[in-house]
């Protein structure tokens, strides 16, 4: 019980917590924008999306 607990807090208070969120909103609306056809848009949303990704994968390593 205890274990389950520290890994929910350690999992509630990870600073790349809302970083995943805001990847993971990108990364829809990228899929939304190539479905339409717009490749240059695409291409521009998927970058931010990586650049978060990059961000995320820091934190990580600091962590661990």
Do not use: C, H, V
């Amino acid at each position: 019980m205890i274990r389950k607990l520290k890994k929910l807090w350690q999992r509630l208070t990870d600073p790349a917590r809302p970083l995943e969120k805001q990847y993971s909103k990108l990364l829809k609306e990228a899929r939304d924008i190539q479905r339409k056809g717009d490749i240059p848009a695409f291409a521009k949303k998927t970058r931010e999306a990586e650049e978060i990704n990059k961000k995320i994968e820091e934190l990580r390593k600091k962590r661990n």
